[in-house]
């Protein structure tokens, strides 16, 4: 074969990343079988910590990356016309979704009665130490200092003496009102804060080649991940809350699969282009279980692969990574409130159906802002009325149930500024039906200083 043909032959296609995670997967499922089958403790407790340093490694980026992203998010719009109308437009879609997801799960529950067919003994249910109230929702949203850390103590007694570890976590609701007040200030302030901006977009760049590099951990984070959730989680533990387990992946399955399809034919957009486009940040999301360590991948769907223009998906894809929570704040609450009332036999009517609702859609930023699905699932118990101990019997499978929540919530992400693109003329109908006009963009990481 002469030089010239080999150069106009086409390249080999590289092993996709998803597959990559999705063998990591298998690899795991396995790992954690054997782990479990043969009682190999030393390869579980392998499994957890290869796990546990791969979700650090995502945390600790988690400040940088959102602090700057909603910073620059912020002062690009004024490269875009009507922001304002987007900006509402936005939070309409997220809202809408919020409650067909709810209604969706209280329907699942209705139908299945997760409680009632449950086999779990409630004797011995305490409350969660980490709760979730209106009043906490609330004196979240005013950040303790620049960067929403949060200092938590604890005290152990061992040998008749008492030790006291502290640690350091971070609030994202708080970093979120952070980030959109210093971008408003920035926005606000016009040609001095010049310096300021690029600053932001310079420690932007520099987060998201450190986010990529970690993503491109994935396929061994995604085994350890699983192996240790099959060895720690069998199904010993999700025989007694089984049809409870069903329901949220059926749930999930049916806003995944259901409703959002449905919303892009409404829209004019074809199905599969978006999951094709979208898929990677799905699968990354399903085994890391972080709406935010998953940005960059959704920031990179939308922009480079479904088409959404830049300026307003620096926007609107930060935004829905800290809000936007189809499956952990509309049908694992609801799923969950309802199985909490019938484990401890409290009746429900339609006003309390409404709460679920009405707290699925405005109380939705909770999950971010608080400890993710299980505190947003005490504000809606604490909302109903009914025993926070319920949350309690609910915590030993929540690893396995937050994979589908966090999938779906990461499809929504990607779904809603898809949506609103099309319906005001910003969307690359050519990108998004997949028609190369240009140079694409490597798909595997997007241009790093444009989340």
């Known amino acids: 074969m002469s030089s010239s043909a080999s150069a106009a032959a086409p390249a080999r296609p590289k092993f996709p990343f998803w597959a990559q995670v999705l063998t990591g997967l298998a690899a795991g499922i396995l790992l954690g079988f054997l782990a479990r089958s043969f009682s190999l403790d030393w390869l579980t407790e392998t499994m957890a910590t290869v796990g546990t340093i791969f979700v650090q490694l995502l945390r600790v980026l988690v400040v940088p990356l959102v602090l700057t992203a909603l910073i620059v998010s912020i002062t690009q719009l004024r490269k875009v016309t009507n922001a304002a109308r987007l900006a509402v437009q936005t ?47 609330l004196k979240s949203l005013v950040p303790g200092n620049i960067l929403g850390l949060e200092v938590s103590s604890k005290a152990t007694e061992a040998a008749g003496s ?51 590099w970690v993503i491109k951990l994935a396929p061994i984070g995604s085994a350890a991940l699983i192996g240790k959730a099959v060895a720690s989680y069998g199904w010993d533990l999700l025989a007694p809350l089984a049809v409870f387990t069903v329901d949220v992946y059926v749930g999930c399955a049916l806003v995944l699969f259901g409703l959002y399809p449905l919303l892009l034919k409404l829209n004019g957009l074809r199905v599969r282009r978006f999951f094709a486009g979208a898929w990677e940040a799905i699968v990354f999301a399903f085994v890391s279980r972080s709406s935010i360590g998953t940005l960059p991948l959704t920031q990179s769907a939308v922009t480079d692969k479904l088409g959404v223009s830049r300026e307003y998906a620096s926007f609107a894809v930060p935004l829905g990574a800290t809000t936007k929570m189809d499956g952990c704040a509309a ?23 409404l ?24 504000l809606t118990l604490s909302t109903l009325g009914l025993p926070l101990e319920g949350v309690g019997l609910l915590l030993a499978i929540d690893p396995i149930l937050d994979m589908a929540r966090t999938a779906t ?31 694409p963009v490597r798909a595997s990481e997007p241009e790093p200083a444009t989340v």
Do not use: C, H
């Open 162 to 212: 008492i030790a006291v570890t502290s640690s350091l976590s971070f609030n994202v609701l708080q970093l979120v009102v952070i980030g959109i007040a210093l971008g408003a200030a920035a926005l606000a302030a016009g040609e001095k804060a010049a310096p300021f901006i690029g600053f932001a977009e310079s420690v932007l760049a520099v987060s998201q080649k450190l986010v990529w």
């Open 409 to 439: 919530n990461v499809a929504g992400q990607a779904l809603v500024p898809t949506i609103v693109a099309k319906r005001n003329g910003i969307l690359d109908r050519d990108r998004y039906d997949g028609v190369q006009t240009s140079t």
């Open 91 to 137: 939070l309409l879609w997220f809202a809408i979704t919020a409650l067909v997801s709810v209604l969706i799960g209280i329907t699942l529950g209705l139908l299945t009665n997760p409680g009632a067919n449950a086999s779990i003994n409630t004797s011995g249910a305490e409350a969660v130490a980490t709760q979730g109230s209106w009043l906490d929702f």
């Open 355 to 378: 709460l679920i609702a009405f707290v699925a859609v405005v109380g939705s930023a909770a999950t971010a802002g608080l400890t993710g699905a299980v505190v947003m699932l005490t």
């Open 331 to 353: 049908i694992y609450p609801a799923l969950a409130a309802i199985t909490v009332a019938q484990l401890f036999g409290v009746p429900l009517d339609l006003t309390d159906y």
